[in-house]
């Protein structure tokens, strides 16, 4: 039997590095990242503190740019964009959820969520009806019009995921998203990424939580910059 015809992958990144230049001395956070992910993958990065897991999530999503090597996402060179350029295609292509929600806190739960929406140019009624089903879709509905202060750590980090979702992104980034977060409110988080996946969402979660990575379809480990664990060469 042969294997199906494999999509192009949604991403791929070949031999990056990052140097961290600060006050004279240099940090090389990533030292030769390759990595290829199909669309609807689930992929879980661990790796100890300071190993470079923001580093790599932030040069995937195009938040950074590398020192060196490429990114491809979704058919497009990151390093062949513009920052402005690049900013654009992140807005729409890219979801961001980070351990710390980064909500705004004077703006309710549906506010937040429809806020990448009007940085997009959606209008107000599309904005309004795409909240509601995304608030829907994390089980938030009766809380729409909490802001954070008035909400769980697990209601705020699904209001952060409802907005990462908002320009329906071909690909959602989560940097430590239980990292705050108790056992049962972190089983939560992993169900909801499950269900996003099995819709179709290709998913990058970099965590220290080992249940969170076990939940994904595949998981690399990094060490002091690069890839170790099945496949990747490790020593
Ligand atoms: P992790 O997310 O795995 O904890 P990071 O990617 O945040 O690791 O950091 C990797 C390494 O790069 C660490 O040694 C960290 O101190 C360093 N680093 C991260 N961000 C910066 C920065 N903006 N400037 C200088 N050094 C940085
Ligand atoms: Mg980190």
Do not use: C, W
């Not at 689930?42 to 999503?61: D, M, N, R, V, Y």
């Not at 900013?87 to 980064?102: N, Y």
């Not at 705050?180 to 996003?196: A, K, P, V």
Request: hydrophobic share 40%; no cysteine; aromatic share 2%.
């Amino acid at each position: 039997m042969s294997d199906p015809i494999p999509a192009e992958p949604m991403l791929i990144s070949e031999d990056l590095h990052r140097v961290y230049r600060l006050q004279g001395t240099e940090v090389n956070a990533l030292r030769g990242v390759s990595l290829s992910l199909q669309p609807a993958e689930f992929l879980a990065i661990t790796g100890p503190s300071g190993s470079g897991k923001s580093t790599l999530l932030h040069l995937l999503g195009g938040v950074d740019i590398p020192t060196r090597g490429r990114v491809r996402l979704a058919g497009q060179d990151l390093g062949s964009l513009t920052e402005t350029q690049r900013a654009r295609f992140r807005l729409e292509t890219v979801g961001l959820v980070f351990q710390r929600f980064h909500l705004l806190p004077m703006l309710s739960a549906a506010e937040n969520v429809e806020l990448p929406m009007a940085e997009a140019g959606a209008g107000r009624g599309e904005r309004r009806d795409r909240a509601r089903l995304l608030l829907e879709r994390v089980s938030l509905s009766d809380r729409r019009n909490h802001k954070p202060g008035q909400l769980s750590g697990g209601q705020r980090q699904r209001v952060a995921i409802a907005r990462a979702l908002a320009n329906r992104p071909r690909l959602l980034l989560a940097d430590e998203p239980t990292g705050e977060l108790d056992r049962s409110t972190s089983e939560e988080i992993l169900d909801l990424f499950q269900s996003l996946n099995a819709e179709g969402t290709t998913i990058v979660v970099a965590t220290h939580d080992l249940a969170l990575a076990e939940g994904a379809n595949r998981q690399v480990a990094i060490v002091d910059g690069q890839l170790r664990g099945p496949g990747s060469g490790g020593r």
